[in-house]
Nanobody, 122 residues
Framework: QVQLVESGGGLVQAGGSLRLSCAAS????????MGWFRQAPGKEREFVAA????????LYADSVKGRFTISRDNAKNTVYLQMNSLKPGDTAVYYC???????????????WGRGTQVTVSS
């Protein structure tokens, strides 16, 4: 069992930056690939970024490529999402998730956090 808790969300103006964190419980964090997803009101949950178990490989949605960076610190059981050049369209609840495999499909992920709200004003 892995428990995930996101933090770092908030209100920011367009063009600004935020860094999300996701703290994982348990001693098996390094056994899981990690992903970030987001869900805006009235829309389906969509993939944002993923990172493999070692942190050596990453995957991004085209909509965030070049603006967002995913990273992880296995010693701290934490995964991060650095978000720069934020746009109003990035407004959503952001979720972190853990999976045995690295990928962009929500069905791959076994454990989910409760989410953190990110609001980008124009």
């Amino acid at each position: 069992q892995v428990q995930l808790v996101e933090s770092g969300g908030g209100l920011v103006q367009a063009g600004g930056s935020l860094r999300l964190s996701c703290a994982a419980s348990g001693r098996t964090f390094s056994s899981y690939a990690m992903g970030w997803f987001r869900q805006a009101p009235g829309k389906e949950r969509e993939f944002v970024a993923a990172i493999n178990r070692s942190g050596g490989s990453t995957l991004y949605a085209d909509s965030v490529k070049g603006r967002f960076t995913i990273s992880r610190d296995n010693a701290k059981n934490t995964v991060y999402l650095q978000m720069n050049s934020l746009k109003p369209g990035d407004t959503a609840v952001y979720y972190c998730a853990a999976s045995r495999l690295t990928g962009s499909t929500p069905d791959l992920y076994d454990y989910w956090g409760r989410g953190t709200q990110v609001t980008v004003s124009s």
